[in-house]
């Protein structure tokens, strides 16, 4: 007898009982669903941090005024200016692990075109700013070093800003709108961003010259900087840029030995590191809840097999009786919780994208469905039939045909 | 071929319950070359443990068997399934169909573990299902069946490999007198076809249409004699009221 009868044998037997092996493949189906549905959503929120840092910018520090214990990591309006535009300079040009700074300058602004009027963020910056970010314009142009040295009146929108202003899928480039009733040129509009991982709206925001920002929208002490300093360190070592940019800043403001820092730095570097650890966690974490039902669904398994075994004890007898050898047996009752369980993980990732589907559709949480996640739950769950199938498979070979003939 | 088909020479059956020793079998010495066998006995006599060392469905504790000459007593359990699909044919009292199964399916089944392909598989139990009268059933299944129409289908199973050997434990056991004589009919035209066929009963009406009947008293052989067998025939179908002919 070749494989495929043995597979045609089982599939008959399988499909006498058609009740029977739908209930042994439930135990399978809800352990793979669960395992696609979980990893899957797992590895979204991964992907979807991952995406937020990427778009906030790689290597990025903050460093802001006021010391972390005062509070000052939020940098807002509250603390005590520290920082001053010649600090910025020297950041830029005398700490060799920086490889770009711009200043973040920022208030809460009304902004009207012609038709509407919208509530936004308003950022004062340099061009540097879009580098250390990687922003590109989906149409226009960015911040030119030129309009900061004339003070331009020039606004590049954030996607979210243009639409509500100008309507989607309109040119807002070349437009006028006035900021703060100050009529400004629309001369870019950023490219679709998303949510960043600090809950900011990048696309929600418009960009105008630092120079500009100060000297119309928040007219401040022209010696400090009341806002904060972007820093794309040179190199993957941030917290060595962290030290650099630290020690400099110490030697500016005079602080001497023990004394706490005037300013803080926040490596965003380090914090996405740590999220994405979170998340692998988590990740992990679903996978072992999802491990451990697929376990559940192979002793399902094993169970029904068993029980299938001793309903079949006749069954088996006979067969034995015309001539099947205990080989035979096994691989048939084998190849029964195999096709069981493979099916049962067919169904099973269909369900589970299904459900994961279902689930970011309701909740908006972010899903990604990894191929090899799916090839190795179907393989998995084959296995697990295999080895679950086993001890069944192995007591039925083992039955003496008189005692299963005679069996009531 | 000089060797007969079934010689067994002192075999013993024994069976250890606890302290107590059950001998099945004690002893016996028995040669079966052709002709329709029936082992009759009181029960407990040992008649299943001859039927079921004869079919290699068990071994003897001592002695030896020979089938078609070949000492089978100590081969192994692939060696004697084997032999069990090739030489012989099985036949139950609770006939042992596969429930769902078409009557066709439950024939091709000993083709099956002997890896016959599936056409002639089909070809030859259809061939074997008309030869057993029912030709015009093979797609029913067992539950569409009567208990004799049941039985011939499991007689068809036994004839499908074209074994020598058909071996029966009470045939008719569950059967109505007509149907257990219909059994009897057919067995006695494959016997004249050259089958052998061992069967068990303990009905004297039934024993009749043997060629040969064996009785068995505590594991040993008590008498062995030919006879001329009872030709059985079918009564014509007693007339049924309401029936127009
Ligand atoms: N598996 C077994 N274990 C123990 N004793 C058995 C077994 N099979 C049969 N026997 C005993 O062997 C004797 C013969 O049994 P059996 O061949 O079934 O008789 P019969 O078929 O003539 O009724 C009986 O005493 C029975 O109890
Ligand atoms: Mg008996």
């Known amino acids: 007898m070749n494989p495929f009868q043995t597979f045609r044998v089982a599939l008959r037997a399988l499909l006498r009982n058609k009740m029977r092996s739908f209930l042994t493949c439930l135990g399978m189906i809800i352990g793979v669903s669960a395992v696609i549905a979980m990893v899957a959503i797992g590895e979204g929120a991964k992907a979807r941090v991952e995406e937020a840092f990427a778009a906030m910018g790689t290597n990025l520090l903050i460093v802001m005024a006021g010391s972390s214990s005062m509070g000052g990591v939020q940098g807002g309006s509250g603390s005590q200016p520290t920082l001053t535009w010649e600090d910025l300079k020297a950041i830029q040009s005398e700490v060799s692990s920086v490889k770009y700074a711009a200043p973040q300058l920022r208030s809460n602004g009304q902004v009207m075109s012609e038709e509407q009027n919208w509530g936004t963020q308003i950022y004062g910056t340099t061009p540097e700013y879009f580098k250390i970010r990687s922003w590109a314009v989906s149409s226009g142009s960015l911040l030119t070093q030129s309009d900061g040295d004339t003070g331009a009146k020039v606004a590049v929108l954030g996607q979210t800003v243009a639409d509500k202003l100008f309507g989607v899928g309109s040119s807002p480039v070349g437009q006028n709108i006035r900021i703060k009733n100050i009529p400004f040129t629309v001369v870019g509009v950023l490219a679709k961003k998303g949510q960043s991982a600090m809950g900011q709206d990048y696309d929600d925001a418009l960009f105008i010259p630092v120079s500009t920002f100060g000297s119309k929208i928040q007219g401040g002490l022209k010696k400090y900087l009341s806002g904060s300093i972007m820093v794309q360190a040179a190199t993957s070592d941030t917290a060595r840029t962290q030290a650099d940019v630290t020690a400099l800043l110490r030697d500016r403001h005079r602080l001497a030995d023990g004394i706490d820092d005037d300013f803080s730095i926040r490596n965003l570097a380090e914090i996405a590191s740590a999220q994405q650890e979170g998340t692998k966690t988590m990740t992990s974490l679903l996978a072992a809840v999802a491990a451990v039902s697929l376990l559940v669904g192979g002793i399902g398994i094993m169970n029904i097999m068993l029980v299938s075994v001793t309903e079949r004890t006749r069954e088996i007898g006979l067969r034995m009786a015309i001539g099947a050898r205990r080989y035979q047996i096994m691989a048939q009752f084998l190849v029964e919780s195999l096709t069981l369980a493979f099916f049962g993980g067919l169904i099973g990732v269909a369900v589970g994208v299904g459900t994961a589907t279902w689930l970011s559709s309701s909740f908006g949480w972010s899903l990604l469905i990894r191929p090899d996640v799916v090839a190795i739950s179907v393989v998995f769950s084959a296995l697990t039939g295999v080895i679950f199938g086993l001890y069944p498979a192995r007591k039925a070979s083992r039955l003496d045909p008189i005692d299963a003939l005679r069996y009531e | ?245």
């Open chain 2, 1 to 245: 071929m000089n060797a007969p088909l079934i010689h067994l020479e002192k075999v013993c059956k024994t069976y250890r319950m606890g302290e107590e020793v059950v001998h099945a079998l004690q002893d016996v010495t028995l040669d079966i070359n052709g002709g329709l066998v029936a082992i009759m006995g009181a029960s407990g006599s040992g008649k299943s443990t001859m039927m079921n060392v004869i079919g290699c469905l068990d071994r003897p504790s001592s002695g030896s068997y020979f089938l078609e000459g070949q000492d089978v007593s100590k081969m192994g359990h692939n060696a004697l399934a084997d032999i069990r699909n090739r030489t012989i044919g099985f036949v139950f009292q609770s006939f042992h169909l596969l429930s769902r199964t078409s009557a066709i399916e439950n024939v091709e089944l000993p083709l099956v573990y002997a890896g016959v392909s599936g056409k002639e598989r089909k070809r030859r139990a259809e061939e074997a299902l008309k030869r057993v009268g029912l030709g015009a059933r093979i797609h029913h299944h067992p539950n569409q069946l009567s208990g004799g129409q049941q039985q011939r289908v499991a007689i068809a199973r036994a004839i499908v490999s074209k074994s020598k050997l058909l071996m029966a434990d009470e045939p008719t056991g569950n059967l109505d007198s007509r149907t257990s004589i219909e059994i009897m009919a057919l067995f006695q035209e494959l016997w004249r076809e050259g089958m052998t066929i061992v069967l068990v009963t303990h009905e004297p009406d039934i024993a009749a249409f043997a060629s040969r009947v064996v009785v068995m008293k505590d594991g040993e052989v008590l008498t062995d004699r030919e006879q001329e067998p009872v030709v059985a025939v079918v009564p014509p179908p007693a007339s049924r009221p309401g029936v127009m002919t």
